[in-house]
């Protein structure tokens, strides 16, 4: 297979460009709007857990959920779809993010159709497949450490801007373009007009590919912004097994990306 760094630049951006948009058949489908929320951890109300961390506009842009008496015991507990939803995400996305579910919402609220997206990501496992509707309360995947890289706990996030994914640069790191997860949830715990099917855009959000994750930084951040290291983008990683570019926590993958825990 042809190296990114064998072609030019503008042949490489459209090499990436085809590589990184989602399956377009899925433009638009049908998913069924939400009667309610509750928490993705021991639903409705999370009982057992609790949130370790907090979101924070430009910083820590989800929650992160984790059990009582001690993280550990949260390991390959169940995560739950806050809602009806289809599932727009269900793989594993490498570097900071590990094994991500995405469920596009849509609800009634105010006469008017809504939609938002829930992530769930650093997923021991993984039940959902892209393009499947799930019901409230569904098991989507297990509570894990992201390939052992952190201790076990639920990133968790919602998004108002559908076109973030995974991808943080591409939204504003601030409540324009996120819910606050807890506060959502419990402000929509029961909704009227719950059932309906309605039409749901789903491919309009950038995925790195599982070959080449660690592109992906390059590419998100030009050419807004330069790489200050593009060259061990290219040469040292591009071609590493997954698990050798995962021993990189330290490298300049990491910088590259932005990424700590998400
Ligand atoms: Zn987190």
Redesign the pocket.
Same mark, same amino acid.
């Given at each position: 297979m042809l190296k990114i760094s064998q072609i030019s630049p503008p042949l490489a951006l459209v090499t990436l460009f085809l590589t990184v948009v989602p399956c377009a058949c899925l433009a638009q489908t049908i998913s069924k709007t939400a009667d309610g929320f509750d928490l993705p951890v021991a639903p409705p109300a999370g009982t057992g857990f609790y949130k370790s961390?907090g979101f924070r506009s430009g910083g &820590?842009l989800?929650? +992160?959920w984790v059990t009582d008496g001690g993280s550990a015991k949260g390991f390959r507990q169940p995560v739950h779809t806050i809602g009806n939803g289809i599932v727009v995400l269900a793989r594993d996305i490498h570097v900071a993010w590990g094994n991500v579910v995405m469920i596009r919402h849509s609800w009634i609220e105010n006469r008017q159709i809504h939609f938002a997206d829930s992530l769930y990501? &650093?997923l021991d496992r993984i039940n959902v497949r892209e393009g499947q509707q799930v019901g409230k309360g569904q098991q989507i995947g297990a509570i894990g450490t992201n390939h052992g890289m952190y201790p076990p &706990?639920l &990133?968790?996030e919602i998004h108002k801007d559908l076109g973030i994914g995974v991808n943080h640069a591409a939204g504003t790191r601030d409540l324009r373009s996120y819910w606050l997860p807890t506060e959502f949830v419990m402000a929509r715990r029961h909704l009227a007009g719950g059932g309906r099917n309605v039409p749901t855009p789903v491919a309009n959000f950038l995925l790195p590919t599982t070959e080449h994750p660690w592109n992906l930084g390059h590419f998100w951040h030009s050419p807004k912004k330069k790489s200050t290291h593009p060259k061990s983008s290219k040469s040292s990683l591009s071609h590493h097994s997954t698990s050798t570019a995962q021993k990189h926590t330290s490298s300049n993958t990491w910088k590259i990306n932005h990424y700590s +825990?998400?």
């Open positions: 961390r &820590h989800g929650e +992160d990501a &650093h &706990h &990133h968790f +825990d998400p």
